[in-house]
């Protein structure tokens, strides 16, 4: 970061620069429940009779964005996520694990107001902004960002789900996931900000020749890491049954 600040004495210039100005963002939590795992080896083995999760993420979000009818300025964003999911598979709890993979799919519908415009912009790198529809009207969507953390595993457990032909049941991992969410709409906007005088960064550049004795020697003790923390207790008032925690079990994975 540059360690220069104007002096009260200078006057600011304006210039107009190219942002992406969000108009609309929400922010979620989602429990998807019921979520049936497609299993990269087509269906669960028989052997297996208990299941427990690995490793969750989500590897792609399809967006699909439409203006809201009679109200304008406003779209329907429909997000489609896709999660790579790997499972420890046991025949027996007390038996060794075997890793499998599958993914699953998850939606969600969200509204936000992304402002209008009917124009199109052409870039020379060959980029375009709106689109011209069989109505000779022109169509100028905003962009639609999604920002998400890893999923949660809530439960994985072992299910039966219809197979192709709507007869024979197939095995396979049923999942309640949590996930955390940002949805953004933006478009690009020509803004006009203060600016001041080209500056050059006053710290040096430098790699860092201490040994590795040197380095530890400077890190804080870890002190809290030596002290486990107590369970916090609640109040008498609360302390009635209905505030106590949830068992570990039942928020693992059975």
Do not use: W
Request: charged share 20%; proline share 7%; aromatic share 8%.
């Amino acid at each position: 970061m540059s360690n220069y600040r104007p002096m009260p004495d200078q006057c600011a210039d304006t210039v107009p620069i190219k942002v992406n100005r969000i108009f609309d963002s929400c922010s979620d939590r989602d429990c998807f429940a019921n979520v049936q795992i497609l299993m990269d080896g087509g269906e669960l083995p028989a052997n297996i009779t208990m299941v427990k999760s690995r490793c969750v993420r989500v590897s792609n979000i399809c967006m699909n964005i439409e203006p809201v009818p009679f109200n304008r300025g406003f779209y329907s964003i429909d997000l489609t996520y896709t999660f790579r999911v790997e499972l420890m598979a046991y025949e027996r709890a007390c038996g060794s694990p075997v890793l499998l993979t599958g993914t699953a799919y998850a939606g969600k519908n969200v509204i936000l107001y992304g402002g209008e415009s009917n124009t199109k912009t052409f870039f020379s790198n060959g980029e375009q902004i709106g689109d011209t529809n069989a109505c000779c009207e022109t169509v100028n969507l905003p962009t639609a960002a999604v920002q998400v953390v890893e999923p949660i595993a809530l439960e994985a457990k072992i299910g039966s789900v219809c197979g192709t032909d709507g007869a024979t049941p197939i095995r396979t991992v049923i999942m309640t996931l949590g996930l955390f969410s940002v949805v953004e709409l933006f478009r690009p906007v020509t803004i006009l900000v203060p600016t001041y005088e080209y500056t050059i960064p006053t710290k040096e550049c430098h790699a860092d020749t201490e040994s590795p004795c040197a380095v530890f020697d400077k890190i804080r003790f870890p002190a809290e890491e030596f002290s486990p923390t107590s369970f916090p207790m609640a109040s008498q008032e609360e302390n009635c049954g209905c505030n106590d925690p949830m068992p570990e079990e039942n928020l693992g994975n059975t």
